[in-house]
């Protein structure tokens, strides 16, 4: 009698914390402001996994409200609200991710000969467990559900190589201008992505090699994206020869972890 009671608090307690959902994800951006810094004047990010693993129930409890909330609940919000929690969603349990393997150098040293970091199911969300490739592929980027590039630029996969994670979450009222902000910040980042005016071409992240298609759905082509955004990322002088350039180069991925300090330092 006494497990059916508990039992039953805990569900009572999930379907209480579900309908109080906090849509400003309030938990997460008190976690990042601790321990996320921006480098390299603001390109790029880094995160203190030292600082987060000392504060990890805070992060369980952010979590535990991310898996509470019911596919029914999910539904009736609105576009914005759904894509900044599964947004939020995909980074948060990233950054758990890391911390059950760390120490560690890379995440992709998690996972097995037949699996990797991006195909364990671990995330309790939305009524089934899924991996972080589920929420990014299978929802984020599903077919007709938010047809939205720019969330190449906001889901981190815990990686140099990766577009920053932001010093707090993302939230439906600022989403869009946020989008843009992490889109600005990494084609600014001319370590990563740049026009080559010796080379006469483009040169750039590989996730556009990887989701080009995303790209070209919404601006025709790769190459006109890139065309669209040549102000970013070429030097004054250049940017008229990269708004007429059609050649693209992939440059080096950084799978090396983001962090900020490394244990013991």
């Not at 609200?81 to 991710?97: C, D, E, M, R, S």
């Not at 601006?219 to 669209?228: I, R, T, V």
Request: net charge neutral; proline share 3%.
């Amino acid at each position: 009698m006494r497990a059916l009671v508990v039992f039953l608090l805990i569900i009572l307690g999930s379907m209480t914390q579900a309908a109080d959902f906090d849509q400003q994800h309030n938990q997460w951006t008190h976690l990042l402001g601790k321990h996320v810094v921006w480098i390299n004047r603001g390109v790029a990010s880094q995160v203190d996994y030292v600082g987060f693993k000392a504060e990890q129930p805070a992060l369980d409890a952010y979590l535990a409200s991310l898996s509470a909330v019911t596919r029914e609940q999910y539904k009736g919000w609105s576009r914005e609200q759904q894509l900044a929690f599964l947004i939020n969603a995909y980074n948060a349990f990233t950054v758990k991710l890391i911390l059950d393997h760390y120490p560690i150098s890379s995440i992709k040293e998690i996972g097995g000969v037949f699996s990797n970091a991006w195909k364990l199911a671990f995330i309790p969300l939305l009524g089934q467990t899924v991996t972080l490739d589920e929420i990014e592929h299978g929802m984020i980027r599903e077919p007709g559900a938010f047809n939205e590039p720019r969330i190449h630029f906001a889901v981190n996969c815990a990686s140099i190589g990766c577009p920053a994670l932001r010093t707090e979450a993302f939230a439906a009222e600022q989403l869009d201008t946020q989008l843009e902000d992490s889109q600005q910040r990494f084609l600014s980042d001319h370590s990563r992505n740049r026009y080559n005016l010796d080379k006469r071409r483009f040169e750039v992240s590989k996730i556009f090699k990887w989701y080009g298609k995303d790209f070209a759905e919404k601006w025709g082509s790769l190459e006109a994206y890139l065309q669209q955004n040549a102000s970013l990322l070429a030097d004054s002088q250049a940017v008229a020869k990269a708004r007429n350039n059609t050649r693209i180069d992939f440059t080096y991925y950084d799978w090396a972890l983001n962090q900020k300090n490394k244990p013991g330092q």
